[in-house]
């Protein structure tokens, strides 16, 4: 097998293997390239690859300019969201799919929520269900939806959990899926009982809140819009949805830190 496409994949395991090792953190520059290609025994082609490799996976950035080289990164749940995408684009998954998949996981996510959260999480809910309220029947308020539930699977307290559904309400949200305002009111009685719910530290009853939420959902899709519900995942779709979002956050990052 030519060594393109060995060598970097085997020096990007060492290269995490060692960042691992030395508890490097987000932020933390690696050697110069000199350096990495002699401590990992590679090739000046081998190690940007490796490098490309790494950063499409967004495990490291790569600057340019006089204070540039690589750096240790924080993967973003986009990386998740885009390769699992890529995968049920060529499993001709749709958005039923995608949507019994989250009926089926995120009812015992809220009960971790009720059970775990801290005070942030239940302001950070309150403050979307707020915003839910405001943009019911409008374009809006299908990213709040997903907003709230990416807080709730924060709550929770499980990283896994975390990723996996924020990717699972992005490839969700990029087929767009119409609810009429009477749906919208109902999922909002849904959510506001997720969220009292919680406030409780009732986990029984945010399950139930959680799978009936679903339950009003489907129903509604299937009755007035079926061929939405049959729509495959495509992965551009989805991806293009997630690099904005990833665009967005670096955006606030930057106002946050300048």
Known sequence: MPERTTVPRQTARRM????????????????????????FDVSRASLR????????????EVRSGPSG???????????????????LQFRNATLRTVLEARAAI?????????????????????????????????????????RFHQHLAHAAGNEVLTLLVSALTRICTAIEA????????????EHARIAAAIRAR????????????FGVALADLDEHHPH?????????????LLDADDAAEERSEMEWTQ
């Open 202 to 213: 009732d986990a029984a009853a945010a399950q139930d809140a959680t799978t009936a939420l």
């Open 228 to 240: 939405q519900l049959a729509a495959r995942v495509v992965w551009p779709d989805v991806d293009e």
């Open 178 to 189: 119409n609810h009429s305002r009477a749906t919208d009111a109902r999922l909002l009685t």
């Open 69 to 87: 080289g690589a750096r240790i990164a924080m993967p973003r749940p986009g990386v998740i969201g885009s390769a699992l995408a890529m995968a």
């Open 106 to 146: 995120e009812p015992p996510v809220a009960a971790l929520a009720a059970a775990h959260h801290k005070d942030q999480d239940l302001a950070a809910l309150t403050s979307c269900l707020q915003r839910l309220e405001r943009t019911a029947g409008t374009v809006s308020f299908q990213r709040e939806r997903d």
């Open 16 to 39: 995490m293997r060692e960042a691992l090792r030395r508890e490097l953190l987000p932020g933390d520059r690696l050697a110069a390239e000199p350096t990495l290609m002699s401590y």
């Open 49 to 60: 690859e490796t490098l490309r490799v790494l950063s499409f996976l967004g495990a490291i």
